[in-house]
């Protein structure tokens, strides 16, 4: 039990933005951790950022900061990543992550760590 979906993904020109939204179901994920990911072609699965499960602090990865914003309202199980000035190399996959462990003292950037993950939702920026 628990699914989550990504949606909002799309085609958009370098500088531009777009708002990718996660839907959870099936369970309550306000007590985890929620993370997005992104995988581009013949890349490993990338780390992007991360909300603790009391929605008080984040983390991103270096070549996001300044321009991504991740976000979430546990009122409506849903998890949100606001991507501003967007450039080619953003160009991937992006996937929404849970982390089941409860109310975990610290955060964690693995993919293996994580335990549900979305289907993924394709994101292109043109030059």
């Known amino acids: 039990q628990g699914q989550l979906v990504e949606s909002g993904g799309g085609l958009v020109q370098a500088g531009g933005s777009l708002r990718l939204s996660c839907a959870a179901s099936g369970r309550t994920f306000s007590s985890y951790d929620m993370g997005w990911f992104r995988q581009a072609p013949g890349k490993e699965r990338e780390f992007v950022a991360v909300?603790?499960?009391?929605?008080?602090?984040?983390y991103y990865v270096d070549s996001v900061k300044g321009r991504f914003t991740i976000s979430r309202d546990n009122a409506k199980n849903m998890v949100y990543l606001q991507m501003n000035s967007l450039k080619p190399e953003d160009t991937a996959v992006y996937y929404c992550?849970?982390?089941?462990?409860?109310?975990?003292?610290?955060?964690?950037?693995?993919?293996?760590?994580?335990?549900?993950w979305g289907q993924g939702t394709q994101v292109t920026v043109s030059s």
């Open positions: 992550a849970a982390d089941k462990r409860p109310r975990r003292l610290v955060i964690t950037t693995q993919p293996g760590e994580y335990d549900y």
């Open positions: 909300i603790r499960w009391s929605g008080r602090s984040t």
